[in-house]
């Protein structure tokens, strides 16, 4: 499937700082990020199968879920305008009067918008049987399913056998499955947990084999600010000082819980002396666009 996807953009970014050098911990960022605009980061991989399978089975239209701010359901109108699909977004809770810049795009690219409340956004299945057509292929949240994990696993391509530890933000465990999947005996996958839902690590173990449940990983949940998109002070400026450092974007409901999270772990002496950790930048500064103008200089 030919998108405009940039791939010669994806780079390692070094972050260095006091507590790695101390501890001759070597720590990188993998910027797909840098894939592109719209279809950024992991977003990309957790839907390429999805849409090929749409395609080869005859579907025209690509139905799913999410919320005002949501980077997959942004990826997946463009990418579905990109290959000559129609898109369908069930978002979760009522119309505003004034969309967010996320959904109005989305509009845009073509995708058409059904809102439902959110507690009848809970239930997946019934709203499949009350709005399912029969031309629609069903995405699940966040690509989460045997397919996002398989295209998720293909972020390893930019990870050698060098890294001793995979860290990567987590939403619904999709991305954390397919690396999972890819790595290595000897390396450990690290999931940070964006939100309160400790029940997350089910829905991982859910993607993976027998041989791949034996692997190294954990999910951590001391990281979500407060919850979903949850954004204190400390966060904001964490996310300001970064940038001023390292010249860095992230994001309000992953990555800059990610970075955090790392920073702190490396301070806690969570990794051993002269581990090399890498971090996913998952993409998506979808939901920086909830802050008031001007908060952040990116």
């Known amino acids: 499937m030919n998108l405009p996807l940039d791939f010669d953009k994806v780079f390692v970014q070094q972050i260095m700082n006091d507590a790695c050098t101390a501890r001759s911990i070597e720590l990188n960022v993998l910027r797909i990020d840098r894939l592109h605009t719209v279809i950024s980061g992991n977003k990309w991989f957790k839907l390429k199968y999805h849409l090929e399978d749409a395609a080869d089975k005859g579907f025209g239209t690509i139905a799913s879920f999410g919320g005002a701010y949501s980077n997959h359901l942004s990826a997946t109108a463009f ?54 057509q029969p031309d629609w292929y069903w995405v699940n949240t966040g ?89 204190p002070a400390v966060l904001i400026d964490f996310m300001k000082k970064v940038w001023e450092e390292h010249q860095l974007p992230t994001d309000i409901v992953y990555t800059a819980k990610l970075l955090f999270a790392a920073f702190d772990l490396i301070e806690k002496d969570f990794f051993q002396q002269n581990s090399k950790l890498m971090i996913i930048h998952s993409g998506g500064l979808q939901g920086n666009l909830s802050l008031a103008p001007n908060t952040l200089a990116f």
């Open 143 to 231: 690509g989460y399913s045997i397919l996002g994990a398989k295209g998720a696993a293909e972020i390893f391509n930019w990870i050698d056998d060098s890294y001793t530890h995979i860290l990567c933000a987590t939403g619904s465990g999709t991305m954390m499955a397919g690396l999972i999947k890819a790595a290595k005996a000897h390396q450990t996958i690290i999931g940070i947990n964006s939100m309160k839902n400790k029940t997350l690590i089910d829905d991982v173990k859910y993607l993976l084999t027998a041989d791949e449940l034996q692997k190294k990983y954990a999910l951590l949940h001391d990281y979500h600010f407060g919850g979903f998109a949850k954004h």
């Open 79 to 132: 990418a579905c305008k990109e290959a000559g699909l129609k898109s369908i977004g069930i978002i979760r809770g009522e119309r505003d009067a004034h969309l967010s810049h996320t959904l109005q795009q989305a509009e845009v690219d073509g995708m058409e918008l059904i809102f439902v409340s959110r507690n009848d956004f809970k239930d997946i299945n019934s709203i499949k049987e009350k709005f399912s």
